[in-house]
């Protein structure tokens, strides 16, 4: 659909599901392409294509609604496709088949209850592979790859709690009712479909243009066209793909293609029931409670971004059929627990400011905590994704949870919070000390996987310049090698006692850490955590290790003269200033435009690896020569 659609990405297959970044999303997935442009010059010639076997001839003749008497031009492009994912790529059709295991049944029936062909549930594999949380280059998200304009049109809801384009079910609706329109405008499929990726207006434009009644017409004509009237060439394959997948998937058991084994990160759904969360329903508890991880949860209800259920309204959830009574009970109730993180309000803080440390909208932080803000109030919100059991293995995230959720116990209010950040931090005594780069992989995802800071990765393989890229096979380290960590232990020891370090004029947390020799997140735990330190100001004192807080300070004693002269004009004019998230820009992005260290902008706006920004927030920056 123009609403946003790869055009020329790698064919690997599909990336793996990333279910929880902070809770608020999850790392993008890009959609395969399943043959290179170079494909329509090489349909043209079939004769260097073996002859289709007789189990493929029958699978090939068995024809539905939208691919008999197809003319001999599309005949040849969905013959060739037919051949190229049969065979060559036939493994990524197992992994297709495998991913719309939970939803084709539900997406065929959709189709026929609108009186559409049940084939075009098969258009889902060529969008997204049946991916809920795939999102292309251009942002179009989900198993139907809406942009955000087209799936708020089709009454897809997108704010702070969920994308519903990511729901597997109601996106479902949605595509339905797009490509209906589309054949009322077009009244033929092909041209619907077609259309569907390139978009109505450019398929009219070119119909108009070339006189033409039928797609393949249009595409005979294409090279006469006006340049901005020509179809591009993906869209020109996009039907004759579709209708060969489509005669591939309605007769997978005749080609002998089964369903990729489940794994981690696809693992078997069963039937599910669909139930109403109330507003600010803590859906980690819910997940403990029904001896689910978080992780599994979000395998169910992947249009889930937040901790916490919309605060302002109800929320569709869906839970596996066998749970649906014990769900029932549970949301009828009252739940609370590791969901929620708490923020207390200091001598100066406003709804504005608590949002730059929290990275929570403050309409939201509002709406949770009703009434002015005074010092020394305990602010409740979503938990971030270092409060999130994400991480853990199944069997013992569920034992965890459902002994620290009994309701016989008598806890805290962050006794919940607590624990999973206990389980989390255990976890960490099982981190591999290296890991083999994947298909896919970044270093940030990575370091979500691992529930580690960039900055560790970077330090345990000497310093972000020796990880500029990432290949396949690569191995990096995760840890520092024992060599380095024996030998650091004496000092570690020496620098158990604390010294104190006076904030200079445009310093960040950040630049400190390095300044010491310690991580970012050394110097948060020496001084109450992020939060503490997202807002410096000069004069303000620091804890820093004594051992080399006192060599750094006694450097200029010996030359004072020399010291300061250098140092003056280093910081001189360092200040932050406040800019405008433009489209399309991440935390990445802005740190990269500023020539900041990425930590040192999450520091500096007391953020965390899981934070997401969108256009038109602010966001603090130091501009960097």
């Known amino acids: 659909m123009n609403i946003g659609k790869w055009c020329r990405l790698p064919f690997l297959g599909m990336a793996a599901l990333v279910m929880l970044s902070g809770c608020a999303n999850q790392q993008k997935v890009e959609s395969p392409e399943l043959l290179s442009a170079e494909a329509r010059n090489e349909a043209v010639d079939l004769g260097s294509l073996s002859a289709l076997s007789p189990t493929e001839k029958k699978a090939y003749a068995n024809t539905g609604k939208l691919d008999r008497n197809l003319s001999p031009a599309m005949e040849t492009q969905v013959r060739y496709h037919f051949i190229k994912y049969s065979r060559e790529r036939r493994g990524t059709m197992e992994n297709f088949l495998r991913n719309s295991i939970p939803y084709l049944n539900y997406t065929k029936s959709v189709f026929r209850s609108r009186g559409l062909p049940e084939d075009l549930a098969y258009l889902a594999y060529l969008e997204s592979g049946y991916n809920p949380v795939a999102v292309s280059r251009s942002n179009a998200v989900g198993m139907w790859q809406f942009i955000s304009s087209t799936g708020k049109a089709y009454g897809l809801r997108q704010d702070w709690w969920t994308d519903e384009r990511r729901d597997p079910y109601r996106s ?45 017409e249009i595409i005979q004509k294409n090279d006469r ?197 206990a389980e989390l931090r255990g976890s960490r005594g099982s981190l591999p000390a290296t890991y083999k780069v994947q298909s896919g992989d970044t270093l940030s995802s990575i370091a979500r996987k691992y529930d580690m800071d960039l900055s560790d990765i970077y330090a345990a393989n000497g310093g972000e310049n020796k990880l500029g890229t990432l290949h396949i096979g690569q191995v990096i380290r995760l840890s520092a090698p024992k060599a380095v960590a024996v030998k650091s232990t004496p ?10 370090h006076t904030v200079q004029s445009g310093e960040t947390a950040y630049a400190i850490s390095r300044k010491y020799g310690i991580s970012f997140q050394e110097l948060c735990e020496l001084n109450g955590g992020a939060e503490k330190l997202s807002s410096l100001s000069p004069g303000q004192q620091l804890k820093v290790p ?70 038109g927030d602010t966001v603090k920056v130091i501009r960097h020569k």
Not at 187 to 211: F, P, Q
Not at 491 to 500: C, E, F, G, L, V
Not at 557 to 581: D, L, M, N, Q
Request: proline letters at 6%; one cysteine or more.
């Open 546 to 615: 004594s051992g080399k807080a006192v060599a750094v300070a006694a450097a200029p004693a010996r030359t004072a003269t020399r010291a300061k002269a250098p140092a003056a004009p280093a910081r001189k004019g360092v200040t932050a200033e406040t800019y405008c998230v433009q489209n399309g820009e991440t935390l990445w992005s802005i740190s990269r435009k500023f020539n900041m260290k990425p930590m040192e902008l999450l520091a500096l706006n007391g953020m965390d690896q899981s934070t997401r920004v969108k256009v």
């Open 225 to 421: 066209l006006d340049y901005n009237l020509q179809l591009r060439e993906e869209t020109m394959l996009y039907v004759p793909r579709f209708l060969a997948i489509s005669k591939i998937m309605r007769n997978a058991d005749t080609l002998g293609i089964r369903p990729a084994s489940p794994d981690a990160d696809h693992p078997v759904l069963v039937p599910v029931a669909t139930l109403t969360a109330k507003p600010a329903t803590d859906l980690v508890e819910l997940s403990r409670r029904l001896n689910m991880s978080w992780k599994e949860f979000l395998a169910y209800n992947p249009h889930i971004l937040r901790s916490i259920s919309p605060a302002g309204r109800s929320c569709t959830v869906y839970v596996p059929k066998n749970k649906e009574s014990q769900a029932k009970a549970l949301l009828a109730g009252r739940l609370s627990g590791a969901g929620w993180r708490y923020y207390k309000v200091a001598k100066g803080d406003t709804l504005a400011r608590v949002s730059s440390r929290t990275g929570v909208p403050a309409s939201i932080i509002s709406q949770l905590n009703p009434g002015k803000l005074k010092r020394g109030q305990t602010l409740r919100m979503p938990a971030s994704g270092r409060n999130l059991p994400a991480i853990q293995p199944s069997a013992p995230v569920r034992e965890t949870a459902i002994a620290s959720a009994s309701p016989r116990r008598n806890t805290s209010k962050n006794d919940h919070a607590r624990n999973a950040l």
């Open 172 to 216: 479902t609706e949605a595509a339905a009712s797009y490509l209906s329109r589309l054949y009322d405008i077009f009244h033929d499929w092909h041209l619907a479909v077609a259309s569907y990726n390139g978009g109505e207006g450019k398929i009219g434009r070119a119909k108009e243009a070339t006189g033409a009644s039928k797609l393949h």
């Open 491 to 500: 000092a570690r020891k020496a620098q158990a006692r604390t010294a104190s």
